[in-house]
C-alpha cells in the first residue's frame, strides 16, 4: 500500500540481514500506510486485506496485463516468488492487489484465498468454463484440489473424486460427496469410469503426474475437456490420436487474478467454501517445513505474526 520510498524501514533492515529475497506469496495483512497515489475512499489505515501475489504492472503496453493475462505479467512485482513477499513483517504492495477482507473471513483463510483458492476458481470459471449440467472427474484433493472440490460442488456440476490418500477422500465424504462418486483408492479410475458408465466432460487435473495426465485422455467423454493444473511431472504424454479423434480441449492454467480472488473472498464469507487452512506462529516456520517434509501437514498451514 505504500511506495517505495515509504516501506517501513524494518522491511529493509530484514532484507539486508537475510541476503535472499523474503518468501510468503500467500498474504493478508492489516494497512498501516498508504502511498500518496493511492487516491479514492476504498481503503483506510487498519483495514485488514488480501494481499494478491501477482496483480500485474497495469501498464497498457505490456504484452500480458493489455491481454487480460496480469498472473504471468513480467514486470509487475512478485510478492513471495522470487521477490520480497510476505513473511516479511511489514510488506508494500499496489493497492490493485489488496482486497479488503470481509466480515467472516479469518486472516489464515484469506491468505489462503490469494492463491490456493483463487488459483483454482480462475481454472475451474475462467478457463474451464465448468456449468452445473456438466460430471467432472477430479484428480488430487491436496492444497488446491480440496477447495477446487468445495467450488465445483457449490457451481452445481456433479464431481466424480480420486486421491491416493484415504483421509482426504473420507473429507471428500464429509462435504457430502456421495460414495458413489467417491474412486476408492487404488481402484483404477479408468476402470471405475467403465464400470459405471461414467460421460466425463471435464478432468481437472491438480496432480499432473504421467498417470493421472494419461488416465484424463482416456476417461474423458468425447468433445471434453482437460483442465491442467497440476505438474507434478514436468513432462506428460499427449496422445495425438486421442486427442484428435475425441476433439478435446486440453486446457492450461495458471494463478489467478483479483477479480477471482474477490469473488472467491465473497464465496468463503457465505461458507460456500471453507479453505483447509490452521494457523501457526511463523516462528514455528523451521519445525512446521519439518512437518511438511515428513507429510504430517494435511491441506495448509498460515504463519501469523505475533
Ligand atoms: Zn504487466
Known amino acids: 500500500m505504500a511506495s517505495n520510498s515509504e516501506i517501513p524501514k524494518s522491511m529493509f533492515a530484514w532484507r539486508k540481514h537475510r541476503g535472499n529475497p523474503e518468501p510468503g506469496h500467500e498474504g493478508c495483512g492489516q494497512i498501516v500506510q498508504i502511498g500518496p497515489e493511492v487516491t479514492g475512499t476504498k481503503f483506510k ?10 496483480s500485474g504492472c497495469a501498464m497498457p503496453d505490456c ?15 512478485h510478492s513471495g516468488i522470487g521477490q520480497d513477499g510476505f513473511y516479511a513483517p511489514y510488506a508494500a504492495i499496489e493497492s490493485r492487489g489488496a482486497v479488503l477482507v470481509p466480515e467472516g473471513v479469518t486472516p489464515a483463510e484469506a491468505a489462503v484465498a490469494t492463491d490456493a483458492v483463487t488459483t483454482a476458481y480462475h481454472a475451474i470459471h475462467r478457463r474451464g468454463e465448468v456449468k452445473a449440467s456438466e460430471t467432472c472427474f477430479l484428480f488430487g484433493l491436496g492444497g488446491l484440489g480440496f477447495n477446487a472440490l468445495q467450488i465445483v460442488h457449490n457451481i452445481g ?7 491416493i490418500r484415504q483421509e482426504r477422500l473420507d473429507e471428500a465424504a464429509k462435504l457430502g460427496i456421495p460414495s458413489s462418486d467417491i474412486v476408492p483408492v487404488g481402484k483404477s479410475p479408468q476402470e471405475f469410469v467403465m464400470e459405471n458408465d461414467l460421460k466425463i466432460d471435464t478432468v481437472l487435473d491438480f496432480v499432473g ?17 482437460l483442465l491442467c493444473i497440476g505438474s507434478l511431472n514436468t513432462e506428460n504424454v499427449i496422445h495425438m490420436k486421442i486427442g484428435t479423434r475425441k476433439r478435446l480441449s486440453y486446457i492450461f492454467s495458471y494463478g489467478g487474478q483479483v477479480r477471482d480472488l474477490e469473488e472467491v473472498l465473497q464465496l468463503i464469507a457465505e461458507g460456500a467454501i471453507r479453505p483447509q487452512v ?3 506462529r511463523l516462528e514455528d516456520f523451521p519445525e512446521i517445513l519439518k512437518q511438511l517434509e515428513e507429510g504430517k501437514v494435511e491441506s495448509r498451514i498460515a504463519l501469523m505474526h505475533d
Open 209 to 225: 503426474t504421467h498417470q493421472t495426465f494419461e488416465d484424463a485422455q482416456h476417461i474423458v467423454r468425447r468433445g471434453g475437456k
Open 45 to 54: 489505515i487498519g483495514d485488514i486485506v488480501a494481499l494478491h501475489a501477482v
Open 63 to 77: 504484452s500480458e496485463c493489455s491481454r487480460d493475462l496480469s498472473q504471468i505479467c513480467e514486470i509487475g512485482h
Open 278 to 280: 490452521k494457523p501457526a
Open 157 to 163: 456440476a456433479r464431481v466424480i473424486v480420486c486421491d
